[in-house]
């Protein structure tokens, strides 16, 4: 991986550690539907994606699926790998996946 795709896959990894918080928040609150962080490669985005808890389990079923607004998708560094009402599901290759989990070598 280059520069630009570690910095996007480190940038995706807080975002996704942010919009861990908020699931458990909205869970325990019992809240149906939810508004995540768009977990994009820029760093000061401040987008917001609205889905059920159901739908954000899913996308976390899958460790490499991020999910971000249309139009932040980086294809340099990930695939679109499923399209929905108001975001994306994109895929990070397998060599991120250490960058993704925290692990650093």
Do not use: W
């Amino acid at each position: 991986m280059d520069g630009i795709q570690t910095r996007i896959a480190l940038n995706e990894a807080l975002f996704r550690e942010v919009n861990e918080n908020i699931q458990k928040v909205s869970e325990e609150g019992r809240y149906g539907d939810a508004h995540f962080v768009c977990e994009c490669g820029e760093a000061g985005c401040e987008e917001r994606v609205a889905f059920s808890m159901g739908a954000y389990r899913a996308v976390r079923e899958h460790p490499l699926h991020f999910f971000v607004k249309p139009g932040h998708e980086s294809p340099h560094a990930e695939k679109v790998v499923e399209r929905h009402e108001g975001y994306l599901i994109v895929e990070k290759p397998p060599e991120a996946a250490p960058l993704l989990s925290g692990e650093t070598s």
